[in-house]
């Protein structure tokens, strides 16, 4: 069956080119989405080669269980990617993760990702578990809304926002669609930037926090270092400064080299990951996809040391 709502895989070759693949290795594409990454992977891998994916999305399973059923190299768990260590000590070449919401979810007005169709107020990654927006908004105190709008969202004016939210809870009830969502933010927020949305960063702040991004993300990035072997690439190309802040640091106190100043001509203490670089996307892929716009990618490989994994 063919997918609908279609996705446009933003920095695809320079992704894959940055895993330097093994074409008999093992690799993880860790938030499958429509396989756009996936698929150029396997190009490169030989019959001895693996990839696994992993999707916490119902509908990208079910897309990567149409491939599964004539490739007998890839294997599929349907999970975060928080759960990557479950794949053992040393047992990837590469990891690769496509951070954020996809073009399918944030197009299908049904998954209630975006404030620019109406739906349910939903926006959960896996529609099977867990609690949808419109649920936590019905009882979340203002307190709180104003914690996660201003936290997660980096909006000036999450308290009137969340104060907005509450008003409109006691004078109409609760919030449904995401129209409903969109409209009382925007009567909150009185000043944004050209071109932006008054909703953006509201709705952004509410997507990461029911989905648990930022936790499941350093959860996984903590998991990389144990699953990759000697030489292999973690690589994760991020979309907004909350998600490119937790993996720049990441990979900065995973790599610097540590000197013990209580002794100064001793060898610096061996770190987990070298060659940490930055690739951003051209201005002829942003011209064809402007959501490639905000795009960064971080590579860094994994050395021969087998030292503790860091937090």
């Not at 201003?150 to 008003?167: H, L, M, N, P, T």
């Amino acid at each position: 069956m063919q997918d609908p709502w279609s996705h446009q895989t933003v920095l695809l070759n320079e992704a894959v080119q940055a895993l330097a693949i093994n074409p008999d290795g093992h690799y993880v594409d860790a938030t499958f989405g429509r396989g756009g990454h996936a698929r150029a992977i396997l190009q490169r891998l030989s019959p001895q080669g693996r990839l696994t994916v992993i999707d916490k999305d119902p509908q990208a399973i079910a897309a990567a269980q149409e491939w599964a059923a004539s490739d007998q190299r890839i294997a599929i768990r349907h999970e975060g990617f928080a759960h990557l260590g479950d794949l053992g000590s040393a047992s990837v070449d590469g990891v690769l993760m496509d951070l954020g919401v996809s073009s399918p979810q944030i197009d299908n007005p049904e998954r209630g990702f975006s404030f620019r169709h109406d739906g349910p107020l939903d926006m959960r990654m896996d529609t099977t578990r867990g609690q949808s927006v419109a649920q936590w908004l019905e009882t979340a105190d203002v307190p709180t809304l104003t914690e996660v709008i201003r936290d997660y969202g980096e909006e000036r004016f999450a308290q009137s926002v969340a104060k907005a939210i509450d008003r409109r809870r006691q004078e109409r009830g609760p919030l449904r669609t995401t129209r409903e969502l969109a409209e009382v933010v925007a009567g909150a927020v009185k000043t944004r930037e050209p071109g932006k949305d008054p909703a953006t960063r509201t709705f952004q702040a509410l997507r990461i926090f029911i989905n648990a991004e930022l936790e499941e993300l350093q959860q996984a990035l903590n998991a990389s270092l144990s699953v990759l072997r000697a030489q292999g690439r973690l690589v994760v190309i991020s979309f907004h400064s909350l998600e490119d802040r937790m993996v720049k640091q990441f990979m900065a106190r995973q790599s610097r080299t540590v000197v013990d100043r209580r002794v100064p001509f001793a060898e610096p203490a061996p770190m987990p990951l070298a060659e940490v670089f930055r690739i951003m996307p051209g201005d002829a892929e942003v011209q064809v996809n402007p959501r490639a716009r905000s795009a960064v990618m971080r590579v860094a490989t994994r050395t021969e040391v087998d030292v503790g994994v860091g937090s």
